[in-house]
Structure formats: C-alpha cells, structure tokens
C-alpha cells in the first residue's frame, strides 16, 4: 500500500525498512519540507520512525533536526558552520571556517583532503 501512495516499490520500501532495523539509524532532516502542505508530519513521522527503531538515545542512532541552524545541539563547537540566512550574533558563534552551502558536496566527498584548511 505504501508503494502506491509514495510511488517507491514496495520491495524497496521493504530493503530500506531492514537497512535501518539492522544497522544503526540516524534520521536527521532540516525544514525545507514543512514548508509543504502537512509539512509538519514529515518530522513527527522521522520522530516516530526512530522510536519504532528503538535507537532514541543510542550512539549513532534516533534523529535529528535542523543541524545545519542548531550546530547540532553542540554551541561551543569550534569545526567550520554551513552559510545560512541568519545573521550572527556577536560572541554567538567560535567557529573560525564557513562551507559556501554550494561546494558542501566537494567538501564532504573530499573530507579528509581539506582537514583543517578552508575549502
């Protein structure tokens, strides 16, 4: 039934469910889809969908939102931030690097090569 209403093979939704239930899942998602009609129970779904994977509070497991405008939960982090539209608040933010949002795939396909420098 999911198949037919997302138009994803259910066989493929079958592999991606025992790929999260056999590994460990970190769902993460910013919110560019709430701004979509029903937007908000796109989040409150990878919510429940880490509850019923039962790795909520596990290393490496559960979810996560908006990372990209929250620093991830982490606000004295010192490793280089994703450009946004917020401006920045004096002694609000100790990182020392940028990643122009439109090179972020260079960066992380050549993550090790660019380990402490600017891209």
């Not at 946004?84 to 690097?97: E, F, I, K, N």
Request: proline fraction near 3%.
């Amino acid at each position: 039934m999911g198949g037919k209403i997302c138009g994803v093979n259910a066989a493929k939704i079958r592999e991606l469910a025992a790929l999260f239930h056999q590994n460990t899942t970190m769902l993460m998602a910013g919110w560019g889809m709430q701004r979509q009609q029903f937007g908000e129970q796109k989040h409150w779904m990878i919510v429940t969908l880490a509850a019923m994977l039962g790795q909520i509070g596990t290393p490496g497991g559960g979810f996560g939102l908006s990372y990209h405008f929250a620093n991830g939960g982490n606000p004295t982090r010192r490793s280089a931030v994703l450009s946004s539209m917020q401006g920045s608040l004096p002694g609000g933010c100790d990182a020392v690097d940028k990643i122009p949002v439109a090179r972020i795939v260079e960066a992380l396909e050549t993550l090790v090569a660019h380990i402490n420098t600017t891209v």
